[in-house]
């Protein structure tokens, strides 16, 4: 798993909270952490695709490196429900445990069978998916930055 930093970027941030509102539901301000930076983490396979994310922002790495390692523990248990993007056609899917959502897909899927089948695949991945050993930082210029993960109580400034 990887973990990002968003620094006050409005607009990624916007996008990322409002892929969830719209696989989830819900108002957007419970995917928010309070304050301005957040971090998030996403699942990738080994050439960096996304293919699962965390639903909300953390205002720590120490918080999203719990819920990563949080999810990974309750994959097992996951249920799939796939979602249809009204507007477009297309497909994407949520993963519960007992009505609490735990991760969603990291992008959109035009077939109900891809959507599954890269569900099921990412689901299953949860558990042996190592933390990685480094944080991207998404700056507001639009220059980013990788640097080595130290867990901290509070978001890192760069």
């Known amino acids: 798993m990887v ?13 990322w909270f409002g892929h969830a509102r719209q ?10 952490p309070p304050g301005g930076a ?10 960096s695709r996304p293919v699962a ?16 390692r949080r999810v990974a523990s309750l994959a097992s248990q996951a249920t799939i429900s796939l979602v249809l993007d ?8 949520v993963a519960t445990v007992d009505d609490d959502a735990i991760t969603t897909c990291a992008r959109w899927y ?3 069978r891809d959507c ?5 695949l990412a689901v299953a991945s949860l558990p042996a998916a190592p933390l990685a050993p480094t944080m991207h930082i998404v700056r507001a ?9 130290v867990p901290r109580t509070e978001v890192p400034s760069a």
């Not at 965390?54 to 120490?62: K, N, V, Y």
């Open 141 to 149: 210029s639009g220059r980013t930055v990788s640097r080595p993960m």
């Open 3 to 15: 973990f990002t930093l968003f620094d006050e970027v409005a607009v990624k941030s916007a996008m």
């Open 110 to 112: 035009v077939s109900d």
């Open 116 to 120: 599954r089948n890269a569900a099921e």
């Open 23 to 32: 696989i989830v539901g819900g108002n957007a301000d419970e995917f928010y």
């Open 38 to 47: 957040f971090i998030v983490w996403q699942l990738v396979t080994a050439n």
């Open 86 to 93: 009204q507007p477009n056609g297309l497909r994407g899917w």
């Open 53 to 68: 994310r965390s639903i909300a922002g953390f205002a720590s790495l120490d918080l999203a490196i719990s819920d990563a």
